[in-house]
C-alpha cells in the first residue's frame, strides 16, 4: 500500500519510497486506541474495514499472567480495536550474554497465540525493553559495536522464530531518534538493516516496521527519517510515527 498524498506530518522526499506504508502510534494504554493504515494490499481509504486499529500492551502490564492477558485482549477487543503492539523484549529472553530464558520464550509464544486466539493482530517490538540502562547489549553496542549488531541479529532470529505462527509485523528497535535511546544514533540504520535480515531469514513474509518519535521534545526528527530511508529504506515496509 502506497503512503497518503502528501500528509503534513510525511518529509517531501519520504513520499517517493515504493510500497511503503505508514503507522500512527502515539503514546497509548490499554484504553486509547491508536489509529493506523490498513496493512494489506488495498488502496489507501477511509472506510472504517480498511483501518488497523491496535493498542499498546506491555508483558509487565498482565504481570506475565497469561489469565490476565487474556481479560486485556478482551477489554481491547471491546475497545473496538483489531491489534494489539508488545515487546518481545531482548532482556527478558536473554538477560545475560548467551544465557536464553526457554521459559520465558514459552510465555511470549503462548502470549501471542493467545491474542491471535482473541481475535488480535500481533504487532511485534524487537527490543531490549523498558530498562535499558543496565542491560548488557547497551554497553556491548558502545564498546563492540559489531559484536553488538551480531547479538542482535541472534535475538531477533530466535524471537522471530518463537512467536513467528502467531505474528507477522515485526518492529525493529523502538524510537531510535529519541535523546534518551540508549544505542548510538550511527547504528540507527544498522540495526534497523540486520534486524529486517533476520526477521525475513525466519519469516519471509513478515513486515518490518521501523518507528520514530515525531514530537516536539524530539527536534530534528525529519533528519533522522530521510536518512533511515535514505540507508534502509528498502528493507523497511511500514514506518510508525510516535
Known amino acids: 500500500m502506497r503512503p497518503p498524498a502528501a500528509p503534513s506530518c510525511w518529509p517531501g522526499d519520504a513520499g517517493n519510497v515504493p510500497g511503503l506504508s505508514l503507522l500512527a502510534l502515539p503514546s497509548a494504554s490499554i484504553a486509547?486506541?491508536?489509529?493506523?493504515?490498513?496493512?494489506?494490499?488495498?488502496?489507501?481509504?477511509?472506510?472504517?474495514e480498511d483501518l488497523l486499529w491496535s493498542i499498546n500492551l506491555q508483558p509487565g502490564d498482565t504481570g506475565y499472567d497469561l489469565r490476565q492477558a487474556r481479560q486485556a485482549f478482551r477489554a481491547i477487543r471491546g475497545l473496538g480495536a483489531r491489534a494489539v503492539?508488545?515487546?518481545?523484549?531482548?532482556?527478558?529472553?536473554?538477560?545475560?550474554?548467551?544465557?536464553?530464558?526457554?521459559?520465558?520464550?514459552?510465555?511470549?509464544r503462548a502470549y501471542l497465540a493467545l491474542a491471535r486466539e482473541e481475535g488480535l493482530e500481533p504487532i511485534v517490538i524487537l527490543y531490549g525493553g523498558s530498562r535499558l540502562g543496565g542491560f548488557w547489549a547497551v554497553k556491548?553496542?558502545?564498546?563492540?559495536?559489531?559484536?553488538f549488531l551480531d547479538a542482535y541479529s541472534a535475538y531477533a532470529r530466535r524471537a522471530t522464530a518463537?512467536?513467528?505462527?502467531?505474528?507477522?509485523?515485526?518492529?525493529?528497535w523502538n524510537e531510535a531518534n529519541t535523546p534518551i535511546d540508549a544505542l548510538p544514533s550511527s547504528l540507527d540504520t544498522q540495526v534497523f538493516l540486520a534486524g529486517a535480515a533476520a526477521v525475513r531469514s525466519v519469516k519471509p513474509d513478515a513486515r518490518v516496521i521501523v518507528n520514530l518519535l515525531a514530537a516536539l521534545t524530539s527536534p530534528g526528527w525529519s533528519l533522522h527519517l530521510r536518512r533511515w530511508l535514505r540507508e534502509a529504506g528498502p528493507q523497511i515496509d511500514v514506518l510508525g510515527l510516535d
Open 32 to 48: 486509547r486506541p491508536v489509529l493506523a493504515p490498513a496493512l494489506g494490499p488495498a488502496a489507501p481509504s477511509t472506510a472504517t
Open 162 to 172: 518463537a512467536v513467528a505462527g502467531s505474528a507477522r509485523l515485526f518492529q525493529v
Open 85 to 108: 503492539r508488545t515487546d518481545v523484549a531482548w532482556g527478558d529472553l536473554e538477560p545475560t550474554p548467551g544465557a536464553w530464558n526457554v521459559d520465558r520464550e514459552r510465555w511470549y
Open 140 to 147: 556491548l553496542a558502545r564498546e563492540r559495536p559489531a559484536a
